[in-house]
């Protein structure tokens, strides 16, 4: 799925949702790769230097406590994320059980969320 030269809907589907993230930098999975065992220095590194350019990410905290998916009942660690704009000074916060039931069980993001990927998407292309 490209990007370049559309308009996102809000009402974008699971997949499309996941897709459209896949193209915004992860940067725990970034500093994962570049330092396993600092990867949580690493990442608020990237985030700082992402802010300084503009540039929009995804930040993730793993969190202490699980959650468990009302559709199958599956239980792990949670993950607090925060898809930034520094362009706009914004942010959206969700949990990784969003991206779960996106990837499992074919759940669209709220429009809000997806509005905000949108506008994250927007002028980085």
């Known amino acids: 799925i490209t990007v370049k030269n559309r308009i996102i809907s809000a009402n974008m589907t699971a997949q499309e949702f996941l897709a459209y993230l896949d193209q915004i930098p992860h940067l725990l999975d970034l500093a994962r790769q570049q330092d396993e065992i600092f990867r949580y220095r690493v990442q608020d590194e990237m985030r700082r230097q992402h802010r300084e350019e503009g540039r929009p990410f995804l930040y993730s905290m793993p969190m202490r406590h ?9 239980e792990t660690t949670d993950i607090f994320h925060e898809l930034e704009d520094p362009r706009r000074e914004s942010k959206f916060r969700f949990s990784e059980i969003v991206l779960h ?10 429009a809000d969320l997806a509005a905000f990927l949108e506008m994250c998407l927007k002028e980085t292309r």
């Open 101 to 110: 039931q996106a990837a499992v069980h074919a759940v669209p993001p709220e």
């Open 66 to 74: 699980l959650y468990r998916c009302p559709l199958c009942e599956m």
